[in-house]
């Protein structure tokens, strides 16, 4: 069986965005394909496609997904926003039509990481996005943890929200795939992961 079964999860992720986080979504797209342009990288990219931005080589076998966040408030490990985004990663990560590419995950934010307060793991995610690449074995381990957390929430609320009588047998079928993944799958989503704080107000 393959991981690709548990795509059936996914779910609609689009927020009601501010007008001016739109605005710096298409700002960053732009951005990006000018900068591209100037190193004359060839990525096919779309704009709130998939996510945010979605860069795609398809000679190099390459899959950049981008969600892009303007905020005035700090990120944390218990913000609604890093929990969604993850998820639809996750979900991304699992589907079947990039299953053979290269695929990174990027969170950028103008804004910053949210102090350590009871149940955040705000230090726990300033600590990932410090070490993002040089993650000890501990590190890991430890955002495995929380990312798991995090993901069995979404599978479990997403398994409740689509079960019907027709859709029993193929949704108990991913579970199973999902309740047995190796830690292995989960460090390699972990490492696919990068963080990008700004810390601009």
């Known amino acids: 069986m393959s991981i690709t079964k548990l795509?059936?999860?996914?779910?609609?992720?689009?927020?009601?965005?501010?007008?001016?986080?739109?605005?710096?979504?298409?700002?960053?797209?732009?951005?990006?394909?000018?900068?591209?342009?100037?190193?004359e990288v060839d990525d096919v990219i779309y704009c709130d496609y998939e996510d945010d931005i979605f860069e795609r080589n398809i000679e190099q076998g390459k899959s950049k997904?981008?969600?892009?966040?303007?905020?005035?408030?700090n990120f944390s490990f218990?913000?609604?926003?890093?929990?969604?985004?993850?998820?639809h990663f996750f979900m991304l990560f699992v589907k079947g039509d990039y299953m053979f590419d290269?695929?990174?995950?990027?969170?950028?934010?103008?804004?910053?990481?949210?102090?350590?307060?009871?149940?955040?793991?705000?230090?726990?995610?300033k600590?990932?996005?410090?070490?993002?690449?040089?993650?000890?074995?501990?590190?890991?381990?430890?955002?495995?943890?929380?990312?798991?957390?995090?993901?069995?929430?979404?599978?479990?609320?997403?398994y409740a929200k689509q079960m019907t009588a027709e859709a029993k047998a193929d949704l108990q079928q991913a579970k199973n795939i999902y309740d047995q993944l190796a830690e292995e799958i989960w460090d390699k989503f972990i490492y696919s992961i990068k963080w990008q704080f700004d810390e601009i107000e």
């Not at 934010?109 to 955040?120: F, H, I, L, Q, Y």
């Not at 070490?131 to 979404?154: E, F, H, P, W």
């Open 7 to 39: 795509f059936l999860f996914t779910k609609d992720t689009d927020a009601s965005a501010t007008e001016q986080g739109f605005h710096y979504q298409k700002l960053k797209t732009l951005k990006t394909w000018l900068e591209n342009r100037v190193k």
């Open 65 to 73: 997904f981008r969600q892009v966040k303007l905020y005035s408030s």
């Open 127 to 158: 600590e990932w996005w410090q070490n993002q690449n040089a993650m000890s074995d501990d590190l890991v381990s430890r955002c495995r943890t929380r990312i798991k957390a995090i993901i069995d929430g979404y599978i479990t609320e997403s």
């Open 102 to 125: 290269d695929v990174s995950f990027l969170f950028e934010t103008n804004s910053g990481v949210a102090k350590e307060t009871r149940w955040n793991d705000g230090d726990l995610l």
């Open 78 to 87: 218990s913000k609604e926003e890093i929990q969604k985004s993850l998820a």
